[in-house]
């Protein structure tokens, strides 16, 4: 691996190992999605051998999922526990305020339900996704869209002066479908001066399940560094 690549790794995981250390016996964890968090599961994992732990988790993702069944994890549902005593996820951008973009993973709407249904949000990710305003570097919104309502949703989305993407996969041809069945359309509205009336504009277009916009949602986030992880506890 490339330096920046190593130390990268390194930093991500050090942030999870931070977030870890919130988990207590008989905790029902939401598990987030993405190659951060990923840490956090294995850590999890490696404490229920190491310690006894005790905790159910419920996956965002089919990813989430294999990894936590990968680390024996026990897997639960939020019909079984609609409560959950925190999750652990991660971010594709986080401002000063803690508000975040998510959802490049395409498990979004999982992700916000989730998050949504536990008494506290863990976020955790490397200093390369602190910004100073959501939407710096060009960094589109991640929105989940039934596939009838595709069309239109990106016609609208341009009359509010930003630019869609239908996301298209890698693997094959066609555009990515979540698992919810839908498609992703990844808008750019430059920089976010005020996401929490972007947010509540994109809701209000029949057909749109979801952004990946995480506004005052997150407690506690955890940047990891090339040397150390940095603390952020939002304001109450």
Avoid: C
């Avoid at 207590?24 to 490696?46: C, H, M, P, R």
């Avoid at 996820?89 to 989730?114: P, W, Y």
């Avoid at 949000?121 to 570097?137: F, P, Q, S």
């Amino acid at each position: 691996m490339k330096p920046k690549k190593v130390w990268v790794e390194k930093a991500k995981k050090n942030a999870a190992l931070e977030a870890v250390k919130h988990v207590k016996d008989d905790f029902v964890i939401g598990l987030g999605s993405g190659s951060t968090v990923a840490y956090a599961i294995e850590e999890i994992g490696n404490r229920t051998k190491r310690e006894g732990l005790r905790v159910l988790g419920v996956p965002t993702s089919y990813q989430a999922f294999m990894s936590a069944v990968e680390r024996e994890i026990p897997i639960t549902t939020l019909e079984e526990h609609p409560v959950l005593d925190l999750t652990i996820d991660g971010a594709d951008q986080i401002d000063e305020e803690l508000n975040l973009i998510k959802g490049m993973g395409g498990a979004l709407t999982r992700e916000k339900i989730v998050a949504n249904a536990s008494k506290e949000l863990i976020i955790v990710a490397d200093e390369n996704k602190k910004v100073k305003v959501l939407g710096e570097n060009n960094h589109p919104i991640p929105i989940e869209v039934i596939p009838f309502a595709a069309k239109p949703v990106m016609h609208k989305i341009k009359e509010m002066g930003g630019t869609p993407v239908l996301r298209e996969s890698g693997g094959k041809v066609g555009p990515v479908i979540t698992d919810n069945g839908n498609v992703i359309i990844d808008a750019n509205f430059g920089l976010l001066q005020n996401p929490t009336e972007l947010e509540l504009k994109l809701k209000s277009i029949p057909g749109i399940v979801e952004t990946g916009l995480f506004i005052k949602m997150a407690d506690v986030v955890y940047i990891g560094k090339p040397d150390y992880t940095e603390k952020i506890e939002r304001k109450k």
